[in-house]
C-alpha cells in the first residue's frame, strides 16, 4: 500500500531553519510530480511548492518564495522541504502529496496520494 510520511515538523523560533522530510514507500514516485501543501489554523489548505518528476522544476507560493526549498532524492523516493527565516504566519500542518502527473502544478486535485502531515509551529 503506498504512503507517504511527512516528518522534521515541531515548534521552532521566528527566523530559524527547519527541513521537513517526506518518505515515500510501497511504490516509487519517481515519476510524479511532488508537493507540500499547508493549512494554518482555521484556514483553508494552501499550495507551499511543488517539484517535478525529475527535480528540474520547482513552483513555489509567493509567500514562501526566497525562504523555501523543495529537493527530492528519487533513489531513496524521498522529498525535502528545507525551510528558512521561518515566521509565525508559516505556522500550519505541511502534508506532503505526490501527483498523477510528472510536471509541477499547483492544483491540490492533481495530487492523488497524501500523508498524514506533520506540525510546524513558528513561535515570535
Known amino acids: 500500500q503506498a504512503q507517504l510520511v511527512e516528518a522534521g515538523g515541531g515548534l521552532v523560533q521566528a527566523g530559524a531553519s527547519r527541513r521537513l522530510s517526506c518518505a515515500a514507500s510501497g511504490r516509487s514516485f519517481s515519476s510524479s510530480a511532488m508537493a507540500w501543501f499547508r493549512q494554518p489554523p482555521g484556514k483553508e489548505r494552501e499550495f507551499v511548492g511543488a517539484i517535478d518528476s525529475v527535480g528540474g522544476r520547482q513552483l513555489y507560493a509567493d509567500s514562501v518564495k526566497g525562504r523555501f526549498t523543495m529537493s527530492r532524492d528519487n533513489a531513496k523516493n524521498m522529498v525535502y522541504l528545507q525551510m528558512n527565516s521561518l515566521r509565525a504566519e508559516d505556522t500550519a500542518v505541511y502534508y506532503c502529496?505526490?501527483?498523477?502527473?510528472?510536471?509541477?502544478?499547483?492544483?491540490?486535485?492533481?495530487?492523488?496520494?497524501w500523508g498524514q502531515g506533520t506540525q510546524v509551529t513558528v513561535s515570535s
Open positions: 502529496a505526490a501527483a498523477t502527473v510528472g510536471w509541477a502544478v499547483r492544483i491540490a486535485s492533481v495530487y492523488n496520494y
